[in-house]
């Protein structure tokens, strides 16, 4: 039986309760462990859709977090990677199978037993579900256990955990770069990191926005042109001209008018999730054989070299720092968009309440 200790954690207790401090058990250190102290979490929509029961499976008491960066406090006798005192990052997910061909192909994420989340996910350990980074320490595999850049601050850091990796993949998988015109649909939490990593990997950056107040932030964060996406004349210019699209918008909206600006053989990637079904007409694929997919955060070695990415180009997400206590408010404000471009929660916070 795996012994526990008591960590002290914000979460919600049902669906339609606020957050609030509660005790939650955390398992000692085994083996192949690392425990981590808390410094800086990230505050994603998932968080918000699943501590509010807007997804299915939500599990009660549900302490979310999983834009994770902290310190090394202790490691099991078989740890190899990390040592006390190393700052170190835990992303989306704490474990996998191993087992099946996606494990074996290091593509964790797509784990076909499932993978297991950072919170709401089953605990092998415990027998209940995992509790996520707003906590004061949490416990996992170090094979789940990423390292951080020293250069990089870490508050802003912690964002790249999610929206950073969720950007990254599928650039990266879509070969984005010099010579490639990419377009990126949405600033928020996720088009703002989008932004800045296709820049930095070289590609000509096109940023598609519905509000003309965007413009200048677009730019700022490195977007080469930007197109008001509700303006036929503009979305007209740039028909056939894209290579590639990340569309990063969470609220529906008309995929084919997006499809319409790849070129020949051009993909979209979404990684929003839009709540209702998107309608995608068959002529908008067929006519210049285009791709439409998806593509879910990304693997723990993909992640590594996303964090080693941003290390070598200074790439920090927006952020709002908040303290435990103000994250209610922060997802009322989350809700309205009203952050540029993710909140971040110090941990420290959590010990003077």
Sequence with gaps: MTTTKTAQAFGAQTPESSLEQLSISRREVTAHDVEINILYCGVCHSDLHTARGEWPGSLYPCVPGHEIVGKVTAVGPHVKKFSIGDTVAVGCMVDSCRECASCKEGLEQYCEVGMVGTYNGPDKFLSGHTFGGYSESVVVDENYV???????????????????????????????????????????????????????????????????????????????????????????????????????????????????????????????????PIPVAAFSLIMGRKSFSGSAIGSIGETQEMLDFCGKHNILSDIELINIQDINTAYERLLKGDVKYRFVIDMASLKSN
């Excluded at 770069?177 to 932004?195: C, R, W």
């Excluded at 930095?200 to 965007?214: D, E, F, I, N």
């Excluded at 197109?227 to 969470?250: H, N, R, V, W």
Aim: aromatic content about 4%; glycine content about 12%; proline content about 5%.
């Design 146 to 276: 990423l390292t951080v850049p020293s250069n990089l601050d870490l508050a802003g850091a912690a964002p790249l955990l999610c929206a950073g990796i969720t950007t990254y993949s599928p650039l990266k998988h879509w070969n984005v770069g010099p010579g490639k015109t990419v377009g990126i649909a949405g600033i928020g939490g996720l088009g703002h990191m989008g932004v800045k990593l296709a820049k930095a990997m070289g590609a000509h950056v096109v940023v598609l926005t519905t509000s003309a107040s965007k413009i200048e932030d677009a730019k700022r964060l490195g977007a080469d042109e930007v197109i008001i996406s509700t303006d036929p004349e503009q979305m007209k210019k740039y028909a056939g001209k894209l290579d590639f699209m990340l569309d990063c918008i969470s609220a529906t909206h008309d995929i084919n008018a997006y499809l319409g600006l790849l070129k020949r053989d051009g993909s979209l990637a979404l990684v929003g999730a839009p709540e209702h």
